[in-house]
T-cell receptor, first 112, second 114 residues
Framework: KNQVEQSPQSLIILEGKNCTLQ??????????LRWYKQDTGRGPVSLTI???SENTKSNGRYTATLDADTKQSSLHITASQLSDSASYIC???????????WGAGTKLIIKP | EPEVTQTPSHQVTQMGQEVILRCVPI?????FYWYRQILGQKVEFLVS????????KSEIFDDQFSVERPDGSNFTLKIRSTKLEDSAMYFC????????????FGPGTRLTVT
């Protein structure tokens, strides 16, 4: 069964600190993996999209990694800011199927 | 920057009533989607739409639901005879060319069924 699992479920860190969020998936055949940021009550906003051949991609202070062999991805946030408080969702797409398989998200809280 | 818009932002309806949620995708996009997110739960795919027809739908998207692109700009989700469990945020998304994976999401419509 195609699934996406994320950890931790929630995370609290101090402003200015770094953090890493994890994603494991069992989607096959793999097409691409995305990380979205979702503020409470808002639509998801794309941070990165990675295909099979990409193992790292950055977007400002966000860096995503992908290991297609172990089917794992991580999202690293550097020098966190209060505005980074949100849910971060890992989403995987299978080849030939544009339906996205969503993780449950990691709720990140940045404290001053 | 172009964006997906959705109306209304919040809809309250009584159980058994019909609701229509409206979306205006980004103007040159070709693929359209509806998702829902029950409070505290994962985002769930409902349906994808391309070339004026449904291309994929999930198990959730049963006969109670329908989608339409009535003109060149709007994309609607109709829910007939709403149930309490239909209460959720409904997100519309659109995508451009086939080679692009990127989906752009609207701000959502919060549907409350009482």
């Amino acid at each position: 069964k195609n699934q996406v699992e994320q950890s931790p479920q929630s995370l609290i860190i101090l402003e200015g600190k770094n953090c890493t969020l994890q994603c494991n998936y069992t989607v096959s055949p793999f097409s691409n993996l995305r990380w979205y940021k979702q503020d409470t009550g808002r639509g998801p906003v794309s941070l990165t999209i990675m295909t099979f051949s990409e193992n790292t991609k950055s977007n400002g202070r966000y860096t995503a990694t992908l290991d297609a062999d172990t089917k794992q991805s991580s999202l690293h946030i550097t020098a966190s800011q209060l505005s980074d408080s949100a849910s971060y969702i890992c989403v995987v797409s299978a080849t030939g199927n544009y339906q996205l398989i969503w993780g449950a998200g990691t709720k990140l809280i940045i404290k001053p | 920057e172009p964006e997906v818009t959705q109306t209304p932002s919040h809809q309250v309806t009584q159980m058994g009533q019909e609701v229509i949620l409206r979306c205006v995708p980004i103007s040159n996009h070709l693929y359209f989607y509806w998702y829902r997110q029950i409070l505290g739960q994962k985002v769930e795919f409902l349906v994808s739409f391309y070339n004026n027809e449904i291309s994929e739908k999930s198990e959730i998207f049963d006969d109670q639901f329908s989608v339409e692109r009535p003109d060149g700009s709007n994309f609607t989700l109709k829910i007939r005879s709403t149930k309490l469990e239909d209460s959720a945020m409904y997100f519309c998304a659109s995508r451009g060319q086939e080679a692009s994976y990127e989906q752009y999401f609207g701000p959502g419509t919060r549907l409350t069924v009482t």
